[in-house]
């Protein structure tokens, strides 16, 4: 029943195990710390994540037979329906596209071509392959990029006179002193060669503290020889990037620039790690995983559904059934990661259905979702639920923005109850958007403590209270004219 409330980039989820190790349940389990409710669309998608793996586990030759059970998940809009196909994703690391249905026409008409979600997907699968990569080579990246800096900081100087190999090997020349007493010994005193490394360990430790930060220092950077080229509208289905081929073959032209200690970090990194990186095998896992575990949700697919019309803008809405039929039953669709085969991508499509109904969908679109979920409409109790429950629940994510002005801010058990009441009140009343309302109602309530939050803040305990809460949300929640354009 939850709406899309989305962890920060920095949490460290426990979407990350393995889903080799997760059953349904455990999968649900996970599930339940974002989305309250909706068990039944949990269980769903659960058990067509485990069959992945468990398909992963036969027969070679029985695997190619075993297709996944695409999903229809039917509710109103701000329930859960992204956010539980989102967190799916998450959880089993895999490519993840969100599409609307009503954005593509069918073949013929201006727009976008139903191929060209597999595309993205394929280009989503290697970024995340290439960062994963990135992260396993990113401890040697920094040793050498660490090498690097300290070349800059510290330029290698010409050898000392006469510092030529002697006998035996050694790289030294070897020195004599000869004493007042006219007695010879060789002089032990510390090379030019020691004292640079010796210096060099210094700039090390002032380096990794960050000392030399804000220090300029010049830099030579690859740049590409000519600008990225955009092919857009009926360009969209070539089968290859004509920026790469020209980027081949083209030479690379390079550049040196000033810039601070930091920035150079970022820009040699970068350099370090594209060194490191074995492309071909970054296309060729994400061509894989596309294939195997790519999760495409088609969003509104109820606005393609609906009986033919062949006046206005309804003419298109069979046809785009019909395009998308293909690539959902399986088809090859050539993208920057090769030939890739739709047959084992799970599809999850979903809509609110208020006009239409999922049997108004073509008949051989409706066989390819076998399963339908109909997801439960929120009330108030569950409004009351997604304001506290859920990990980074809406109220947690206000009180560590308040916290970053040294304030601190506490919700009452009532106020939480007033502004679910004035949510569920205000949907019922008006357009019903689901827990999406939550987002508005909040943001109204604390216009004023977050505007004068830089100025009042630092020390202070903002409490809100019931009160609080109707004094600045009653008359407008009453209002229809007001509560049209501001909740």
């Given at each position: ?233 009926g360009m969209a289905g070539l089968d290859f990037n004509m920026t ?210 830089p100025e009042t803040g630092a020390g202070e305990t903002i409490e ?24």
């Open positions: 029943m939850q709406a899309e409330v989305r962890a920060p980039d920095t949490a460290p989820p426990q979407e990350e195990r393995s889903p080799a190790r997760l059953t349904p349940r455990e999968i649900v389990a996970v599930l339940d710390e974002y989305i309250i409710g909706q068990d039944d669309a949990k269980k769903a998608v659960a058990i067509a994540l485990r069959n992945r793996w468990r398909r992963r586990n036969v027969d070679p030759e029985m695997r190619e037979e075993i297709l996944p059970n695409n999903i229809i998940l039917i509710g109103p809009t701000g329930v859960g329906k992204t956010e539980i196909a989102r967190r799916l994703a998450r959880l089993a690391g895999a490519p993840f596209i969100k599409v609307e249905a009503s954005k593509f026409t069918e073949v013929g008409y201006i727009g976008r071509d139903v191929e060209s979600m597999i595309r993205d997907l394929a280009e989503i699968a290697i970024k995340l392959v290439r960062e994963e990569r990135e992260a396993e080579h990113r401890e040697v990246a920094d040793r050498r990029v660490e090498e690097r800096l300290l070349d800059l900081l510290l330029p290698p100087v010409a050898p000392e006179p006469g510092a030529t190999a002697g006998e035996g090997g050694s790289d030294r020349p070897r020195r004599f002193v000869v004493s007042t007493g006219g007695e010879t010994s060789e002089d032990e005193t510390e090379s030019l060669e020691d004292r640079k490394r010796r210096t060099r360990e210094k700039l090390r430790s002032r380096l990794r503290e960050g000392h030399f930060d804000g220090r300029e220092v010049e830099v030579e950077v690859t740049e590409s020889a000519i600008p990225r080229l955009d092919a857009g509208g790469e081929i020209l980027q081949g073959m083209l030479p690379k032209r390079k550049k040196r620039r000033t810039v601070t200690i930091a920035e150079a970090r970022r820009l040699l990194l970068a350099d370090e790690l594209e060194k490191l990186l074995d492309m071909e095998e970054v296309v060729q896992e994400a061509g894989r995983r596309t294939e195997n575990m790519g999760i495409v949700f088609l969003d509104e697919i109820d606005k393609v559904a609906g009986a033919s019309s062949y006046t206005g803008p309804d003419v298109s809405r069979e046809g785009v059934q019909r395009d998308l039929l293909p690539i959902v039953e399986g088809s090859s669709v050539q993208t920057r990661a090769g030939m890739i085969r739709t047959d084992h991508i799970l599809f999850i499509a979903a809509g609110a259905f208020h006009v239409s109904k999922p049997s108004d969908l073509i008949p051989e679109l409706q066989g390819r979702f076998p399963i339908r979920v109909e997801l439960e409409a929120l009330d108030a109790d569950a409004f009351v639920r997604i304001l506290m429950e859920p990990r980074f629940a809406l109220l947690s994510q206000y009180r560590a923005l308040v916290a970053t002005e040294g304030a601190t801010l506490e919700f009452t058990d009532g106020a939480i109850r007033e502004i679910a009441r004035i949510a569920d009140h205000v949907n019922q009343r008006t357009e019903n958007i689901g827990a999406r309302r939550l987002h508005t109602v909040l943001t109204t309530l604390l216009e004023g403590v977050m505007f004068d939050l809100v209270d019931e009160a609080f809460v109707t004094e600045r949300l009653a008359k407008i929640a009453e209002d229809e004219d007001l509560r049209r354009y501001i909740l």
